[in-house]
Each structure stands twice: as structure tokens, then as C-alpha cells.
């Protein structure tokens, strides 16, 4: 008997599912028997999905640690400490990076010189410092269920608003390990990608909801000018750059 529907699509998007999650995580993946680079160019539309599962993890260590501590800014700060385990750092990274490039220089092929860096400088070192710092803040003034529910939205949300970029503006860098970023993403499966963003639906206020859409578009629109002025496009680098920034904004934006 077949089965009411072919399952070899199924599997091919669930293999892509764990491309972007070993991509974007150090969580182990089974290797692919089938991997092509088509599957890897597509990977950038399961980022928020990605991001749903990164929240969920964190929102169960932040209930744990809370359990345990009765602290919430310790409980935060122990649930980002899983965050970043769990992700290597991979945004914070791409944060730094940026703050580095486009605080050190002001000529394009300078700044994508300083970007490649291993080193992190000042500028980097104070934008990631200035980050981490607001998150715990923001989070640890919510309620916990509030700042669960806070996660599980900000990890798809700022995601989603990140892999936006490969919609509408060209990659500038080149290859290696970003190679996912540089493949244009069609606008259809970016808007099938924001489904990740659904589960947090009915916990925020409408009127939250206006609010995080208009602070994040002008964020979006704002970041977005301003790559293509410095830079004619965008790296992997401004991307994560872009992810921690609508991150942070996202968490200041549900303590008003």
C-alpha cells in the first residue's frame, strides 16, 4: 500500500532541516547520504525553525536554573551560557566581526579585510560586551513565563528578520563556510520560513505584536541601508550581526 504522500520530499527538506541545524549549532547531526550542494544552498530558510528549537532549549534551561536558584538574573545569565555553548557563538561571532570592520575602517575592501579577522579588537569587544549585557538585563526584568515566551520568540524572529537580507540584497564576501549565505533566497520561502515564528503567536498582545513589527522593519530597513552604503551587500558576518541586534530589540521592545 503507498503512503498517502511521497515521503522523498519530506525526507529531502528534513535532511536541508539538519544541514542549517548543524550550520547554525554544534549539536550533532547525522551525516547526509544524499548531500548535494543545492541542499546546502537551501539550508537558510530552516534558520528560524533552527532558531524555534534553540529557544525551546533555552527557555527549559531558564525554567531549570530558576528551579534551582530562585535568581532570576543568574538563571538568565546560565541559560545564555547554554545559549552560546549550544550555538558556538556563532552570531555573537559575526557581531563582533562587524563591530570590528565597520568601526575600524571606512573603506569597503578595509572593512570585509578587518571582518576576516580571527582576532577580535576594541570595537568588538564592546559591541559583544554591550550585548550580552542588555540581554540579561532585558530578560531577567521579565516574569519568568514571559521571558520563556520571550525566547521562544526571539530566536525564530530575529532569525527570520536576518536570512530577510538574502531576499533582496547581494552577498559581498566570499565562500568557505558561509557559502549557504550567498545563495538568494526566493520570497516565498522566506515567508514559509516566518512559520517558526507561529507558536509564540498567541502569548503577545496585539498591540506587542504592532510594536515588535514597527520597531523591527525600521530596523531592518535602517541595517539594510546601511550595508548597502558601506559595503554594496551584506556578509556572513552582517548577519549575525543583524540577528543579535534584532535580538536585543525585540527583548527591549516587550519591557515597554
Known sequence: MKPPFPLAPLRREWQIFLLALGFLSRLPVPPDPDFN???????????PAVGLLLGGLMALA??????????????????????????????????????????????????????????????GSVALLMVLAIKAVSLSALALPSAMAALLL?????????????????????????????TAMPGRH?????????????????????????GLAVLRFTFGRYLQRRLGGYTGDT??????????LIY?????
Open 37 to 47: 550542494q543545492r541542499k546546502l544552498d537551501g539550508a537558510a530558510r530552516y534558520f
Open 252 to 256: 527591549l521592545l516587550l519591557l515597554i
Open 154 to 182: 526571539a530566536q525564530p524572529l530575529s532569525r527570520w528578520l536576518a536570512v530577510s537580507y538574502l531576499v533582496d540584497m547581494r552577498y559581498v564576501s566570499g565562500d568557505g563556510k558561509s557559502k549557504p549565505l550567498a
Open 62 to 123: 531558564l525554567w531549570g536554573f530558576y528551579s534551582l536558584f530562585s535568581q532570576p538574573l543568574l538563571a538568565v545569565l546560565l541559560c545564555m551560557a547554554v545559549g552560546l555553548l549550544i550555538t558556538g557563538a556563532f552570531h555573537e561571532d559575526g557581531l563582533a566581526d562587524s563591530a570590528d570592520g565597520f568601526g575600524g575602517a571606512w573603506q569597503r575592501d578595509d572593512v570585509l579585510r578587518i571582518m576576516k579577522d580571527s582576532r577580535i579588537g576594541s570595537y
Open 239 to 248: 548577519l549575525g550581526a543583524a540577528q543579535q541586534l534584532s535580538e536585543v
Open 190 to 214: 522566506w515567508l514559509l520560513a516566518g512559520l517558526a515564528v507561529l507558536p509564540a503567536l498567541g502569548y503577545f498582545s496585539p498591540a506587542q505584536w504592532l510594536l515588535l513589527a514597527v
